[in-house]
């Protein structure tokens, strides 16, 4: 099992930037790429960003290409989300997520096919 905890997160106006962090423990190894998700009230969770621990590829969502950047530290086994240009849209709780095996595309956006989850961290944009 992976242990997965989030922080980062606050209230931050319009325009603002934020790095949210997820640090892993426990079984790592077990790890293949880690994911970022966000749920807005009354929304579904919804992908946002994915990495690979060896290669570093990334996959990113449509709605946050350009804004939103994904990296990780193997040394730390920690993974941060880089947003900038915060939008109240962006308004959610975030998590992080890690999944044991390969994805590509859209099969990374499957919310079941991650194995560990984070307690999540509340980020809030204000217009």
């Known amino acids: 099992q992976v242990q997965l905890v989030e922080s980062g997160g606050g209230l931050v106006q319009a325009g603002g930037s934020l790095r949210l962090s997820c640090a892993a423990s426990?079984?790592?190894?077990?790890?293949?790429?880690m994911g970022w998700f966000r749920q807005a009230p009354g929304k579904e969770r919804e992908f946002v960003a994915l990495?690979?621990?060896?290669?570093?590829?990334?996959n990113y969502a449509d709605s946050v290409k350009g804004r939103f950047t994904i990296s990780r530290d193997n040394y730390r086994n920690t993974v941060y989300l880089q947003i900038h240009s915060l939008i109240p849209e962006d308004t959610a709780v975030y998590y992080c997520?890690?999944?044991?095996?390969?994805?590509?595309?859209?099969?990374?956006?499957?919310?079941?096919?991650?194995?560990?989850w984070g307690q999540g961290t509340q980020v809030t944009v204000s217009s």
């Open positions: 426990g079984r790592t190894s077990s790890s293949y790429a």
């Open positions: 990495i690979t621990w060896s290669s570093g590829r990334t």
């Open positions: 997520a890690s999944r044991p095996n390969v994805c590509s595309g859209y099969g990374c956006y499957d919310v079941g096919s991650y194995g560990s």
